[in-house]
């Protein structure tokens, strides 16, 4: 009887080891960027070991002289370890009030998922194998509502050894603190830019336009995201861009142009 007892024990913990190494490589779990608003919880409330601060891991295209309420830009988290066998990471946005600002949108769901009510990005199960000793990951954020002032982005990063199990691994912190752009400092581009690009009817039941004035500014594609980051729809023909399947509400056009600069227009669909 004892003999049954403890196989049965052993089986059980093997399970629940596979089940947490399986989750955890599928996808951190919610809050463990080590942020403010997350408690500074990282990877080490499951993984064995301290946190390693490091400078540089989280990069972004955003102007130094800030970000621009309503804009999109790219982030990139990058991480790098000797001998590391696979990479996972998490990150979020904040403000000084440790509260969750912005709207992360997943540009790669083959590698990327939202996490934590959407409020954070983490790696899925395709997207841990390193190239070498290093690993990247690219998402877009789109910039919170004027006056939210500075924003910090914080990530967590789980360099894993690969042995399916919760020890042995390094983990490491590293954040990005990026400032509101003044008003008064906007670019001349900048106003080119959303002046010469418009998205009508908006709000729109059935079908969107988008109507550039300059061929300086031409599109190469639109993306559709919700409120809650997820992609709904991408096309490369901005005369005209059917939404009727959409729920009612407001929704994200991300414009992409030729010369490499994003436009990002908000639309409510009716």
């Given at each position: 009887m004892k003999k049954t007892i403890y196989l049965l024990l052993t089986?059980?913990?093997?399970i629940t080891l596979l089940?947490?190494?399986l989750n955890y490589s599928s996808g951190a779990p919610d809050g463990k960027t080590g942020s403010p608003g997350d408690g500074g919880a990282t990877c080490t409330d499951c993984h064995s070991g301290t946190a390693?601060?490091?400078?540089g891991w989280i990069t972004t295209n955003i102007p130094e002289e800030g970000y621009t309420a309503g804009e999109t830009?790219?982030?990139?988290?990058?991480?790098?370890?000797?001998g590391v066998v696979k990479f996972g990471f998490e990150v979020t946005s904040e403000d000084m009030d440790a509260q969750k600002k912005g709207t992360i949108i997943v540009t790669n769901s083959t590698e990327n998922q939202l996490t934590n009510s959407n409020h954070a990005i983490t790696?899925?199960?395709?997207?841990?194998?390193?190239?070498?000793?290093?690993?990247?990951?690219n998402f877009d954020w789109v910039a919170p509502e004027e006056g939210t002032g500075d924003i910090t982005f914080y990530g967590a990063f789980n360099a894993a050894n690969g042995n399916g199990g919760t020890s042995g691994d390094v983990i490491y912190t590293s954040s990005l603190m990026v400032n509101e752009k003044s008003a008064s400092t906007t670019?001349?581009?900048?106003?080119?830019?959303?002046?010469?690009?418009?998205?009508?009817?908006?709000?729109?039941?059935?079908?969107i336009n988008i109507a550039s004035f300059s061929n300086e500014f031409e599109i190469s594609n639109v993306l559709i995201f919700d409120l809650n980051g997820a992609l709904v729809?991408?096309?490369?023909?901005?005369?005209?861009?059917?939404?009727s399947a959409l729920k009612a509400g407001m929704y994200h056009v991300v414009l992409n142009l030729y010369n490499g600069e994003k436009v990002s227009k908000r639309v409510i669909k009716l």
């Open positions: 089986v059980v913990g093997f089940t947490s190494g390693n601060p490091v400078d830009y790219t982030i990139t988290a990058m991480g790098t370890h000797d790696h899925t199960s395709s997207g841990t194998a390193p190239t070498g000793n290093s690993r990247t990951w670019s001349v581009f900048e106003n080119a830019l959303a002046e010469q690009i418009t998205v009508y009817p908006n709000p729109a039941a059935d079908h729809n991408k096309t490369s023909n901005t005369n005209k861009i059917d939404i």
